[in-house]
């Protein structure tokens, strides 16, 4: 079982950092595009970062675009996401995802974890 461990959510106030953290297989992390995801309350699961598998290449959301920053750690088969002037919407649970498309979708994801941005 393919298995995406999160780490690094928590409390910050608004304007502060925060950075996720989440370690996968190698094979997975080599293979696959990897992504962060956030679901607010009541909100749908929303695609915020992705890395792109070989390239690296980095995509966001317009909500995130020059305050996120994807990246992978090559050597510990980790991407972060380091997040900067947080705002009270960036509120929701961060998931991890990796994802390979076939024909078809082959994807794995994380737990959750939670970041709360709030005076």
């Known amino acids: 079982q393919v298995r995406l461990v999160e780490s690094g959510g928590g409390s910050v106030q608004p304007g502060g950092s925060l950075r996720l953290s989440c370690t996968a297989p190698?094979?997975?992390?080599?293979?696959?595009?990897m992504n962060w995801y956030r679901q607010a309350p009541g909100k749908e699961r929303e695609l915020v970062a992705t890395?792109?598998?070989?390239?690296?290449?980095?995509q966001y959301a317009d909500s995130v675009k020059g305050r996120f920053i994807i990246s992978r750690d090559n050597a510990k088969f980790t991407v972060h996401l380091q997040m900067g002037s947080l705002k009270p919407e960036d509120t929701a649970v961060y998931y991890c995802?990796?994802?390979?498309?076939?024909?078809?979708?082959?994807?794995?994801w994380g737990e959750g974890t939670l970041v709360t941005v709030s005076s």
């Open positions: 995802n990796a994802r390979l498309v076939h024909t078809w979708v082959q994807e794995y």
């Open positions: 190698a094979a997975v992390f080599a293979q696959f595009d």
């Open positions: 890395s792109a598998r070989f390239t690296e290449e980095a």
